[in-house]
């Protein structure tokens, strides 16, 4: 058994090298593939991780007050507030704190707004939602409300953000099958030429009696290194890419956009094994295909 | 060894072969003769189960090579050498390593492909050319490489399609007389072959066909007691005796 596997891994490589220029382009070309589809999953995670933090607020609708409305004045909106329907509670949220929280929020970039002459941010209610049918509802009834400014309500972005993160989902999805189908078949034509080169001897092959899985493990070996390589040095760009892209412009983003972007290593160990699974599928259905027709007997 | 129980064969409309039956026995020396397109490649393919017959039995070795699934195709070619009038030599591997290709399709040991290589390579009298290339080698020598690689396996039949074909008259012989010699130890031999002269002087039986059917089935021995020079209105052979029994030359 270990014997098979030697053979067939030693007869891969031979193969590998013999066709170098055909390998480094199957290489190239399933890298290219995955690179872009790497980019796509980046694209997808990061959106993915937005939508999530966005819809912690989700059940939240923020009532900002205009600035001459009173403590009194608040108080009883706020009592007015408590008494419809689903809503769980109500917290009044001071200019103050609210920059406190954008301050946190930005984290190490928080001192910037220690240079602010005056507390731009309005005072406002905080409602949080029992049940969130009744939210548009809630949120309906406040904008009618007396001394308010805006009715800051995340169902709208939240319900915006997911169309958007579902549609890009599936335009990804269409795109990375197109993409594996383009890899499969350069990885099928790749080795195709070196079937052809090697058709007599599969031919022997056959006389002396060896079984069609013999003269398939060391093409599919091929197909599954060259994905392999494929894979690595795809993830390898990425990761290094993805790096800078934190580096440079990944803090200041995230504290704009006010959520995180996934982070080097999560995001690394995951395309690995996505990748190489990738990788190795595009391989070894690559070189099956290639190898159909002449094992059909 | 090898039986054709009532086998058709037919290619579209044309016969490939036509309500053939026939027995080989074990150790047996059979000659295919007759003229291109007459059924004896169907013949062989069907033996090696390239192709299907429609109609009728194939035996080899007591297995019904008719019923044989595809799974079990390789472990049944592993019981028949096959040698070819074009060699098919591997050009990138050695004579050694394209003996010991075949050895090691069946997954032998490195010890036994080391014993076993040089004994079949001295059998055929290449040992000294065990590290050349097939390119570096004569016709002949390309041939006896091809048959030691035939037999390596030790195959209880062995089909030699044409094996003098591309050969001059001389190296012919030599190959005749391995051949011979692997009969002699017992291998089932089925050679077709187009070399009149070869097939009169070998002594064996001739099994000739024309048209996909089977028109002479003569042993040795008739071939020996037959009259000489006399052309045959059946199958417009001429027979010739000169040159006598080349194994009994040679030994």
């Given at each position: 058994m270990i014997n098979k596997l030697g053979y067939t891994i030693k007869q891969a490589f031979k193969q590998i090298f013999r066709n170098r220029a055909m390998s480094l382009a199957s290489v190239f070309a399933i890298t290219a593939m995955l690179l872009i589809l790497g980019v796509f999953f980046l694209l997808i995670i990061n959106v993915n991780t937005a939508a999530e933090s966005v819809k912690k607020d989700y059940n939240t609708i923020e009532i900002f007050l205009q600035d001459q409305t009173d403590e009194t004045a608040s108080q009883q909106l706020m009592t007015e507030i408590t008494g419809w329907n689903d809503v769980a509670s109500v917290k009044y949220r001071s200019k103050d704190e609210a920059l406190q929280i954008l301050k946190e929020r930005w984290g190490e970039s928080g001192y910037l707004l220690d240079s602010l002459e005056s507390n731009p941010l309005p005072n406002s209610i905080v409602i949080t939602v029992k049940n969130l049918e009744g939210a548009d509802k809630i949120a309906q009834n406040a904008k009618k409300?007396?001394?308010?400014?805006d009715v800051k309500y995340y169902k709208d972005t939240v319900d915006k953000l997911l169309k958007v993160t579902r549609g890009m989902k599936i335009a990804a999805m269409v795109i990375m099958a197109f993409l594996v189908i383009v890899s499969v078949v350069v990885v099928s034509n790749t080795i195709k030429l070196t079937v052809l080169a090697r058709s007599e001897e599969i031919n022997i092959m056959k006389y002396v009696g060896a079984t069609n899985w013999f003269i398939r493990g060391p093409f599919l070996a091929e197909g599954i290194i060259i994905g392999i390589v494929s894979a690595l040095i795809s993830v390898g760009i990425i990761a290094f890419v993805y790096s800078r892209v934190i580096g440079s412009l990944g803090t200041e983003l995230m504290t704009i956009l006010s959520t995180p972007l996934v982070p080097l290593g999560f995001m690394t160990y995951n395309l690995v094994w996505i990748f190489l699974a990738l990788g190795i599928s595009i391989g070894a259905w690559g070189s099956i295909i290639s190898m159909r027709r002449f094992l059909d007997t | 060894m090898i039986t054709f129980d009532h086998v058709t064969k037919r290619y579209n409309s044309n016969i490939g072969l036509d309500d053939v039956s026939i027995e080989i026995g074990k150790g047996d020396f059979v000659f295919l003769v007759g003229?291109?397109?007459?059924g004896k490649t169907t013949f062989i393919k069907l033996i090696l189960k390239e192709i299907d017959a429609d109609k009728g039995r194939i035996m080899v070795k007591n297995r019904e090579v008719t019923k044989l699934s595809n799974r079990e195709i390789p472990m049944h070619r592993r019981n028949i050498g096959t040698v070819f009038q074009d060699f098919r030599l591997l050009p990138n591997k050695t004579v050694f390593e394209n003996v010991a290709f075949a050895m090691e399709i069946t997954h032998q040991t490195k010890r036994t492909v080391r014993r076993q290589v040089p004994q079949v390579l001295s059998l055929m009298g290449i040992s000294s050319k065990a590290y050349k290339y097939p390119d570096e080698l004569s016709a002949g020598e390309q041939q006896r490489v091809a048959i030691a690689r035939a037999i390596v396996n030790r195959p209880t039949v062995l089909i030699a399609?044409?094996?003098?074909?591309?050969?001059d008259p001389d190296t012919s012989w030599e190959i005749m007389r391995l051949l011979d010699i692997i009969n002699q130890r017992g291998t089932t031999i089925l050679m077709v072959t187009h070399a009149k002269d070869i097939v009169d002087r070998m002594n064996k039986r001739v099994v000739a066909i024309e048209k996909g059917r089977v028109i002479r089935d003569e042993t040795g021995a008739y071939n020996r007691h037959r009259d000489p020079d006399v052309k045959t209105a059946r199958d417009g052979m001429v027979y010739s005796r000169a040159g006598g029994l080349l194994n009994k030359n040679d030994k």
């Amino acid at each position: 058994m270990i014997n098979k596997l030697g053979y067939t891994i030693k007869q891969a490589f031979k193969q590998i090298f013999r066709n170098r220029a055909m390998s480094l382009a199957s290489v190239f070309a399933i890298t290219a593939m995955l690179l872009i589809l790497g980019v796509f999953f980046l694209l997808i995670i990061n959106v993915n991780t937005a939508a999530e933090s966005v819809k912690k607020d989700y059940n939240t609708i923020e009532i900002f007050l205009q600035d001459q409305t009173d403590e009194t004045a608040s108080q009883q909106l706020m009592t007015e507030i408590t008494g419809w329907n689903d809503v769980a509670s109500v917290k009044y949220r001071s200019k103050d704190e609210a920059l406190q929280i954008l301050k946190e929020r930005w984290g190490e970039s928080g001192y910037l707004l220690d240079s602010l002459e005056s507390n731009p941010l309005p005072n406002s209610i905080v409602i949080t939602v029992k049940n969130l049918e009744g939210a548009d509802k809630i949120a309906q009834n406040a904008k009618k409300l007396n001394g308010i400014e805006d009715v800051k309500y995340y169902k709208d972005t939240v319900d915006k953000l997911l169309k958007v993160t579902r549609g890009m989902k599936i335009a990804a999805m269409v795109i990375m099958a197109f993409l594996v189908i383009v890899s499969v078949v350069v990885v099928s034509n790749t080795i195709k030429l070196t079937v052809l080169a090697r058709s007599e001897e599969i031919n022997i092959m056959k006389y002396v009696g060896a079984t069609n899985w013999f003269i398939r493990g060391p093409f599919l070996a091929e197909g599954i290194i060259i994905g392999i390589v494929s894979a690595l040095i795809s993830v390898g760009i990425i990761a290094f890419v993805y790096s800078r892209v934190i580096g440079s412009l990944g803090t200041e983003l995230m504290t704009i956009l006010s959520t995180p972007l996934v982070p080097l290593g999560f995001m690394t160990y995951n395309l690995v094994w996505i990748f190489l699974a990738l990788g190795i599928s595009i391989g070894a259905w690559g070189s099956i295909i290639s190898m159909r027709r002449f094992l059909d007997t | 060894m090898i039986t054709f129980d009532h086998v058709t064969k037919r290619y579209n409309s044309n016969i490939g072969l036509d309500d053939v039956s026939i027995e080989i026995g074990k150790g047996d020396f059979v000659f295919l003769v007759g003229p291109s397109g007459a059924g004896k490649t169907t013949f062989i393919k069907l033996i090696l189960k390239e192709i299907d017959a429609d109609k009728g039995r194939i035996m080899v070795k007591n297995r019904e090579v008719t019923k044989l699934s595809n799974r079990e195709i390789p472990m049944h070619r592993r019981n028949i050498g096959t040698v070819f009038q074009d060699f098919r030599l591997l050009p990138n591997k050695t004579v050694f390593e394209n003996v010991a290709f075949a050895m090691e399709i069946t997954h032998q040991t490195k010890r036994t492909v080391r014993r076993q290589v040089p004994q079949v390579l001295s059998l055929m009298g290449i040992s000294s050319k065990a590290y050349k290339y097939p390119d570096e080698l004569s016709a002949g020598e390309q041939q006896r490489v091809a048959i030691a690689r035939a037999i390596v396996n030790r195959p209880t039949v062995l089909i030699a399609d044409e094996p003098t074909g591309n050969l001059d008259p001389d190296t012919s012989w030599e190959i005749m007389r391995l051949l011979d010699i692997i009969n002699q130890r017992g291998t089932t031999i089925l050679m077709v072959t187009h070399a009149k002269d070869i097939v009169d002087r070998m002594n064996k039986r001739v099994v000739a066909i024309e048209k996909g059917r089977v028109i002479r089935d003569e042993t040795g021995a008739y071939n020996r007691h037959r009259d000489p020079d006399v052309k045959t209105a059946r199958d417009g052979m001429v027979y010739s005796r000169a040159g006598g029994l080349l194994n009994k030359n040679d030994k």
